[in-house]
């Protein structure tokens, strides 16, 4: 039986052979551009057995800044702080062991990280814990973010308090910053303190928007006093742009 089966393996190679040699000898390869330059680009894949890094067609880069910049330390106190954010004794003392202790970059990686999840709260806790590092410089980009993040998530107190320390800082948002803040307010139903960003958006040194003001011309529907003062200004300020004004007996204005 052992013998059987060493014949049919034998005669198997064999025939394997003198197919191999035949097909070879007689078959010509011609060249095809479009075959060498796949062949070409699939074997960048592979290296000594290994798979190699190749672009398949999906965007590279991530979403935000990336967690591959975010070094293990700044993922650890993201991570840590989340966790103990809900906890009064703990996180003061984990501020002090590790957020204290992280580089500038790192410091504003977690700051960013935590805007970008949406924890508000933690991100003003770092903010003011970044304000007080000896490098700490006045940077508008870095309240732009948290301004932001703060008017999306209906904190308007905190954000009129970091208006108030960008103010002292000498620095002035830019049109994206006035038109969240102002539909935070307006959201929020305070229109006389969007009345107030808006007055502080006129006295800007960048030239107007019209973005932040059609925010404002749609949110004072109910308030046809203030709407008509922020109409005329947008008449005088971009005189080829038009307003769409519903019927006065919308919102029981007369």
């Known amino acids: 039986m052992a013998i059987r089966c060493f014949i049919r393996k ?56 990336g967690k591959k910049l975010i070094g293990k330390e700044a993922l650890y106190v993201i991570n840590g702080l989340k966790r103990f954010k809900d906890d009064e004794e703990k996180l003061p003392k984990f501020i002090k062991s590790h957020v ?34 000896d490098w700490y410089k006045p940077d508008i980009f870095l309240y732009k973010d948290l301004i932001i993040a703060l008017a999306r998530a209906k ?12 103010k002292k800082e000498d620095l002035f948002p830019d049109s994206q910053t006035y038109t969240e803040v102002i539909r935070g307010f307006l959201s929020s139903g305070s229109p006389a303190d969007a009345m107030n960003i808006y007055e502080d ?11 932040p003001f059609r925010i ?8 046809p006093l203030l709407r008509n003062k922020v109409k005329q200004d947008f008449e005088e300020i971009f005189p080829d742009s038009s307003i769409y004004d519903p019927p006065q007996e919308i919102f029981g204005a007369r």
Request: proline share 6%.
């Open 10 to 65: 034998w005669e198997t190679c064999r025939m394997t052979s003198i197919f191999l040699k035949h097909f070879t000898s007689n078959t010509t390869i011609t060249s095809n551009p479009i075959r060498d330059n796949i062949s070409s680009a699939l074997s960048l894949r592979y290296v000594y057995g290994g798979f190699r890094e190749y672009h398949d067609g999906r965007p590279r880069g991530p979403l935000w800044r």
């Open 100 to 133: 204290l202790r992280l580089l500038k970059m790192d410091l504003i990686a977690v700051l960013t990280e935590l805007e970008r999840q949406q924890e508000v709260s933690l991100a003003l806790m770092v903010f003011k814990v970044l304000q007080k590092q």
């Open 155 to 166: 904190r308007m107190d905190d954000v009129l308090q970091m208006w108030e320390s960008m």
């Open 201 to 211: 958006m006129k006295t800007s040194p960048d030239p107007p928007e019209e973005l």
């Open 216 to 223: 404002l011309l749609k949110g004072l529907l109910p308030h």
